[in-house]
């Protein structure tokens, strides 16, 4: 699919322009002191010398420190479609953006790899630990809602698992798949992206869709489970259920807009985006408070909380080896808000801990030998009180 869209572009491109220069791949990792090779290709409709010369960055300077300069090529009239292989030699860890200057001048027009994204490492062995740390905390994450649907089958009951919770992490989820499968899949909003950042990537990969699809219907599960098993009197309070009601018409006017042409497909599929973020900075509130009115975490699962954690650690971990071994550590401070997030994510975390294994340790103890009744009635008073 992706080689016909590339196909379709040239053809138009070949219909207003006398050639079209594409590197192959665009995307390419390499190590200081290693080489890495690429491919640039010309496609001209006329047999005439085509001279390239690079240039490096969003500024196109005709030097870099990076990487070895790359020498000018020409392509030779009697071949309009050919290609050459390019060796980058890396000198230096960081990002580069490698352009090109034609003569004649290619049209102003862009194919989505007119330019090369380069990756220099300081350590190729350091970059594959790397994607082996990303896989640890997606996998991490991605258990982390099995051990709350485990504790809830084998005790038949939800009493103890907060509801407004469970009904922010079901809209929170919502959204983030649609935003990643509308930046993943659909064209028209992927047209937008590449025009609003043409030198940018795709910010979303297919872990990041199956995540999301995946924390959506683990909380569905979750959801069903309190339908059919013993929830005392918790419901969803009303502060929840009116800023749920509130989130919903958000969305319903965006889309209403998105259709009458007022709102841009892109900027309403951030709006999605953007109700995860404040979800995710809220929902775990009400279960803190839940736990502290009770004085116990019965019922609701430490291993949750742990694996959640783990995942967090491992994904802030991440981050800073990529800092190191890309030389960009303003990279970690370049959304202030995912970064603000998961730090605040990973300290409601360490309060569960510490509510788990320290706070109410001795009282989960003694409740425990004396059934689910007790907590049933302390329950009654929580859901008044949300």
Not at 104 to 125: G, K, M, Q, Y
Request: hydrophobic share 45%; with cysteine; aromatic share 14%.
């Amino acid at each position: 699919m992706t080689l016909l869209i590339i196909i379709i572009k040239l053809f138009f491109l070949l219909q207003c322009s006398s050639h079209v220069l594409i590197f192959n791949p665009s995307i390419l990792t390499v190590a200081v002191d290693h080489n890495a090779s690429t491919i640039i290709r010309l496609i001209s409709e006329s047999d005439q010398l085509v001279h390239v010369t690079f240039v490096y960055g969003e500024n196109r300077s005709l030097t870099t420190d990076l990487i070895r300069p790359l020498p000018s090529v020409t392509f030779n009239e009697n071949l309009p479609k050919t290609q050459i292989v390019l060796q980058i030699i890396g000198r230096k860890p960081g990002h580069l953006i490698v352009g090109c200057d034609a003569t004649p001048v290619i049209d102003s027009n862009r194919t989505e790899r007119d330019f090369l994204r380069l990756n220099i490492a300081r350590s190729l062995n350091l970059e594959r630990f790397i994607y082996l740390v990303g896989w640890l905390y997606f996998a991490a994450w991605s258990c982390s809602f099995y051990p709350q649907i485990i504790l809830n089958f084998q005790r038949k009951s939800v009493v103890g698992l907060n509801f407004d919770f469970l009904a922010l992490n079901f809209v929170g989820f919502f959204c983030y798949s649609i935003y990643n499968i509308a930046l993943y899949s659909w064209r028209n909003v992927q047209d937008e992206y590449e025009k609003l950042y043409p030198r940018s990537v795709i910010p979303v990969l297919i872990n990041d869709v199956v995540f999301g699809l995946h924390g959506f219907i683990a909380t569905f599960v979750t959801i069903y489970q309190c339908l059919i098993f013993e929830r005392s009197n918790q419901r969803v309070s009303n502060f929840t259920s009116l800023l749920i009601i509130l989130i919903v018409l958000f969305l319903i006017l965006t889309t209403i807009l998105t259709s009458i042409g007022s709102i841009n497909l892109l900027n309403s599929i951030y709006f999605y985006s953007y109700v995860k973020l404040f979800v995710s900075s809220i929902k775990y509130f009400p279960q803190v408070l839940m736990n502290y009115r009770r004085k116990s975490t019965e019922g609701w699962s430490i291993g949750n909380i742990l694996l959640d954690f783990t995942g967090g650690i491992l994904s802030f971990s991440q981050m800073i080896l990529l800092a190191i071994n890309y030389n960009d550590f303003a990279s970690i401070f370049s959304s202030i808000t995912k970064l603000g997030l998961a730090f605040l994510s990973m300290g409601f975390d360490l309060i569960f801990i510490l509510q788990h294994f320290k706070f109410y340790r001795t009282i989960r103890r003694s409740s425990s030998n004396r059934g689910y009744r007790v907590l049933d009635d302390q329950d009654d008073s929580t859901a008044q009180h949300l």
